[in-house]
Structures are given as C-alpha cells and as structure tokens.
C-alpha cells in the first residue's frame, strides 16, 4: 500500500508564493510519473504540473513560468513552489503518484489566494 501526504497549503495574498511538498510511503516501484492536480470549487480536477520517471516535466498553460514541480527521489518527496500567485490559482492541490498501472492520490492540500 502506498500513502502521500501533502502540506504546505495555505492563504497567501496576490503575488505571494506557497511551496507544497509531498512525501510517499510504502512500496513504491515501477513509477511512471508523479504529479499535482488542483480542483477549484464547482470545476473538475485538472493537471497542474508533472515530472516523469526520466525527468521530463509537463504543465498546465495557467501554471508556466510562476510553479515548478521537483522531486527529491531519496525522501521519496515531491514539491510544488509556486510563485506569482493569482486568485485563480485557489483550489486543493492533490499529490498524484503514477505507478504500476494504477494513480495513487493524497488527501489534498488548500490553497486559497486571497487579499
């Protein structure tokens, strides 16, 4: 069984930056990806950034240039530092790992930018 947990959510104002970090447990193996999908209120669930097994990175439109996803494969840990924060960036981010056919998610974070 695997379990990711996310923190760093929290409110922060316009302009302001937020750092989420994701750590995984249990047996982890044969990882195709690892990611953060957000979902606003009343919307569905939607990408915002992914890194692949290889290193290779994929982001939402919204998101390029202010977030960048890293990966820290020791502390089996993901991070999210987003930057430039807009209100439209408000939603619950959720930690995704990508593994042996099946999407493992965390319990989802809270991100409101609000002034």
């Known amino acids: 069984q695997v379990q990711l947990v996310e923190s760093g959510g929290g409110l922060v104002q316009p302009g302001g930056s937020l750092r989420l970090s994701c750590v995984a447990s249990g047996n982890i193996f044969n990882l195709n990806y690892m990611g953060w999908y957000r979902q606003a209120p009343g919307k569905q669930r939607e990408l915002a950034a992914r890194i692949f097994r290889g290193g290779g990175l994929n982001y939402a439109d919204s998101v390029k240039g202010r977030f960048t996803i890293s990966r820290d494969n020791a502390k089996n840990t993901i991070y999210l530092q987003m930057n430039t924060l807009k209100p439209e960036d408000t939603a619950v981010y959720y930690c995704?790992?990508?593994?042996?056919?099946?999407?493992?998610w965390g319990q989802g974070t809270q991100v409101t930018v609000s002034s």
């Open positions: 995704c790992f990508a593994m042996g056919g099946r999407t493992y």
